[in-house]
C-alpha cells in the first residue's frame, strides 16, 4: 500500500495496533525495559487477510495463530506478498500436524507432551527448521487447558532436551481467566529462570501490561488489534 496516499491511510489506520503499541511502550517504561525486549505477537485467529494486511501495512511483522489448518489456508500467500514476517503457532498442537506446523511456523508456544517431543524433533531434522520451542504451563492446573503442571515442568524441560534433543527457547503461559494473572506470570518466570530459559510468552489482551511487569518477552495481543472475534463455537 503506498503509505503516502492520505486517503488510505486514514480509511485503514489500525487504531487497536497503535493503543496497544502506546500501552507496551508505557509498561516497559514503567518496568525500566526496554521496548525491544517485548516482542509484540498480533494475534489474527479467525480474521481473514483483509483485516491483517492493514495491519501488516501499519509496520507489525509477527503474528501469531492457533490452528494450523486456518494458518496453512490464510498465511502462505501473505508471507509471500510481505517478506520478513513472522509466524507463530499458539495453540494446541496434535503430533499428526508437526510436519505441517513445523514447514508454516517460526515460533510453537505450545510443546506440552512428550509425543509432541518426539514429532516435533523428527521434523525438526527432516525439513532442516528451527522453530522456537516454548513448553507450555497450565500454571492454574485446569484440567480442561492444555500444558504442563508447574511441578513437572523442571523434568518435563529437561527431558525435552535430553531425550529428544530439542533447544527450548522459552515457556508459555494462560493463567484461569477467573484468577489475578500476576501470580501465575511470577511463577511462569521463576520456572524459566531455574531451567535457564530466557523467553516467556504471557500476556493477553487484558494483561499484557501486567505481563511485562513480571518479565514477557512475548505478549500475545489479538482482540484489542483486530476487534471482536465471533463465539468459539462459530469458527
Ligand atoms: C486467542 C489467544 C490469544 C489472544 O487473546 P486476546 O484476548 O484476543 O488477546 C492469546 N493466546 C492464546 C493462546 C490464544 O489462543
Redesign the pocket.
Known amino acids: 500500500m503506498a503509505a503516502t496516499d492520505p486517503q488510505i491511510v486514514t480509511t485503514s489506520l489500525p487504531t487497536g495496533l497503535a493503543l496497544v503499541e502506546r500501552e507496551i511502550a508505557a509498561a516497559c517504561r514503567d518496568a525500566r525495559r526496554d521496548r525491544a525486549s517485548v516482542t509484540l505477537v498480533a494475534?489474527s485467529?479467525t480474521f481473514a487477510a483483509d483485516d491483517i494486511v492493514p495491519v501488516i501495512a501499519a509496520g507489525q511483522t509477527v503474528f501469531g495463530e492457533?490452528r494450523v489448518q486456518e494458518a496453512k489456508a490464510k498465511w502462505p500467500a501473505l508471507t509471500a506478498a510481505h517478506p520478513g514476517l513472522e509466524l507463530h503457532l499458539?495453540?494446541p498442537l496434535q503430533s499428526n500436524k508437526a510436519k505441517e506446523a513445523v514447514a508454516l511456523f517460526d515460533a510453537i508456544h505450545s510443546v506440552d507432551r512428550p509425543s509432541l517431543c518426539e514429532a516435533l524433533a523428527r521434523e525438526i531434522e527432516k525439513q532442516a527448521r528451527k522453530p522456537q520451542l516454548f513448553v507450555q504451563l497450565n500454571t492454574g492446573e485446569e484440567p480442561q487447558k492444555a500444558g504442563i503442571a508447574p511441578q513437572d515442568a523442571d523434568d518435563f524441560i529437561a527431558r525435552c532436551r535430553s531425550a529428544y534433543g530439542l533447544e527450548i527457547a522459552g515457556l508459555m503461559c494462560?493463567p484461569p481467566v477467573e484468577d489475578a494473572p500476576g501470580p501465575h506470570f511470577a511463577l511462569t518466570a521463576k520456572i524459566a529462570a531455574r531451567n535457564g530459559l530466557k523467553l516467556l510468552s504471557m500476556g493477553?489482551?487484558?494483561d499484557f501490561a501486567i505481563a511485562i511487569q513480571f518479565g514477557a518477552t512475548h505478549v500475545?495481543?489479538?482482540?484489542?488489534i483486530f476487534g471482536h472475534r465471533p463465539p468459539l463455537t462459530a469458527r
Open positions: 494475534v485467529k492457533n499458539i495453540g494462560i493477553m489482551s487484558a500475545r495481543v489479538g482482540s484489542a
